[in-house]
């Protein structure tokens, strides 16, 4: 319970940071739909000469970019991308700041087991994680309230939010694994920012191509649609199901190497 206590004071102030940069860039977003909304006829007719593959890379649906719904899923694409970014370095600095700072041999010194002090860690990640998309959402929903010119379902609005979660679940197992292999290294941004990025990328990419379901697989930006989540009211199974496997694969290789790797001090 220490160590959690300890982690999480250590964390609190990223993860204020985190929240008020998301709920910045939603609201800054959603400042501007009344005034789409007023011109909607023009602000339709100027995307519709976007091409198809363009739209659908930037998560443009012409169908539903009028309604606060369909405006806020496009908007939530960049808010799924902050939130990659909190999760990634998180977990990829979780574990290798001890390395890093010359603490692990005064932390492993003490009487409690390796699985304890991952375990700990994990566990302040991701009450980090939860209290910033819970402040988020309930910040951003009164926003949307305020600048909605009809009424909207609450309930729908916090499914667009909730891939947020999982996202952030996948990318913070992504950064465990990668903590314990480059536990050494000095600088985890780099890194963090190069992963999140690319399969950021890759994920518009195959939005704006023809690949196909399989190759969705290959971003975890792309498990979750949120126009299907409007639509459908559900989200896609397969895109959960593969986001839970890379979630407990990332962890347990994580418990696993941690466990029994040699850990330097300097």
Request: hydrophobic share 55%; proline share 2%.
């Amino acid at each position: 319970m220490n160590m959690y206590l300890h982690e999480l004071k250590a964390l609190r102030k990223s993860g204020g940071g985190w929240a008020c940069a998301m709920i910045a860039l939603a609201a800054l977003f959603l400042s501007l739909y009344p005034s789409m909304v007023s011109d909607s006829a023009d602000f339709t007719s100027l995307l519709e000469g976007y091409p198809a593959s363009v739209r659908a890379m930037l998560g443009i649906n012409l169908e539903y970019i009028t309604s606060i719904l369909g405006f806020y899923s496009m908007v939530f694409a960049y808010i799924a991308l902050c939130g990659g970014i909190q999760a990634m370095h998180l977990g990829a600095s979780i574990l290798s700041k001890e390395a890093r700072e010359r603490t692990a041999d005064f932390l492993l010194v003490k009487p409690v087991s390796r699985a304890r002090i991952v375990s700990a860690k994990l566990l302040a990640a991701l009450t980090v994680i939860l209290v910033t998309d819970l402040v988020y959402f309930l910040v951003t929903a009164i926003i949307a309230s305020a600048v909605a010119t009809a009424n909207y379902s609450l309930s729908m609005f916090f499914m667009l939010n909730l891939p947020l979660l999982f996202i952030q679940l996948i990318f913070l197992a992504v950064g465990l694994v990668a903590s314990v292999f480059f536990s050494r290294l000095k600088n985890v941004l780099p890194l963090t920012l190069g992963v999140v990025f690319g399969l950021y990328m890759t994920g518009a990419l195959l939005a704006a191509g023809s690949e196909g379901e399989l190759a969705r697989y290959l971003s975890p930006f792309q498990y979750f649609d949120s126009i299907y989540i409007i639509e459908h009211h559900t989200f896609e199974l397969q895109y959960l199901i593969a986001g839970a496997l890379i979630v407990a694969a990332a962890v347990s290789v994580c418990y696993r190497v941690y466990i029994k790797k040699d850990i330097h001090a300097v």
